[in-house]
């Protein structure tokens, strides 16, 4: 007798398994990316080139306040190199005076060298007295004492009675042209000096300047002298530049003698109106 058919009645599955079965694959699935992920080596990033920086620009020459004219004198001899300078720059200004009272003040050797170092030192506080081109005043500082009070003497003034007669018996123009000649070796001189980007006639300039703006004192100059050597006891004067110093030891009267052709150098060998005298000269 064959069985009565009856439907099989399949196993129920649990819902919990259903919850649980997209978790695992899913979890199973996002181990698998990040595995594969942080086994696999990075692209390597791309390489940009750098742009080629544009060639360093050239330096501008130094600007120059007052450019000085060239040689206008052709005949006269090819400049020598600065160490065979001495003798034909001594030659050469020995024809603009007496050359018997030029001796007299002039220091014969390194002669372009010592007046682009005592030029440039000017209108500082000291200057080198081992690189003068001019030889020392002779005879020493004059004073008048009375009681506790120092003041230079007129006497002492008349120690620079042959150099003011110097300064004056030069020609300005004379000397600007042989100032132009040798302007090369001065310019190199200067250079060697420390100032590669410099201009030695702006210097120049400035240091006359500073000369003419030397003040004139009223009455006699009062001193101290608390070493060696007399200072000012007038600190606005004993402040004063190295130049401005000399001009007020040789005297009022020998300082406008001095300014005078110092004036008259400057309107050749720069541009530009003349500075303003100080109103009490």
Request: charged share 25%; proline share 12%; glycine share 4%.
């Amino acid at each position: 007798m064959i069985p009565e058919w009856q439907p099989v009645e399949e196993p129920r599955i649990p819902k919990a398994v259903w919850y649980v079965v997209p978790v695992v694959v899913i979890g199973a699935g996002l181990g698998g990316y990040l595995y594969y992920t942080k086994n696999k080596a990075p692209p390597p990033e791309p390489v940009v080139k750098a742009a080629p920086l544009p060639p360093a620009a050239e330096p501008a020459p130094p600007a120059i306040a007052h450019p000085i004219p060239g040689d206008s004198d052709a005949a006269q001899a090819a400049l020598p190199s600065l160490n065979d300078s001495d003798a034909p720059l001594r030659e050469s200004l020995a024809k603009l005076t007496n050359e018997k009272t030029l001796d007299q003040f002039l220091v014969p050797e390194n002669l372009v060298r010592n007046i682009v170092v005592t030029v440039d030192n000017l209108p500082r506080s000291k200057t080198a007295v081992e690189r003068r081109p001019l030889k020392a005043i002779p005879g020493s500082t004059v004073v008048n004492t009375l009681g506790d009070e120092l003041t230079l003497s007129e006497a002492n003034y008349a120690r620079y009675a042959s150099f003011v007669s110097l300064v004056q018996a030069t020609d300005a123009q004379k000397l600007s042209a042989v100032y132009f000649h040798y302007y090369p070796l001065l310019q190199e001189s200067y250079e060697n000096l420390g100032y590669p980007d410099k201009y030695f006639n702006d210097r120049l300039v400035e240091v006359i300047d500073d000369l003419l703006a030397t003040p004139t004192p009223k009455g006699p100059i009062k001193l101290t002298q608390p070493r060696v050597f007399y200072e000012y006891a007038d600190p606005e004067l004993e402040k004063r530049s190295a130049g401005q110093k000399v001009l007020l030891r040789m005297g009022t009267a020998n300082a406008a003698q001095v300014k005078k052709k110092l004036r008259e150098f400057r309107a050749i060998i720069a541009k530009g109106p003349q500075p303003e005298a100080p109103a009490t000269e």
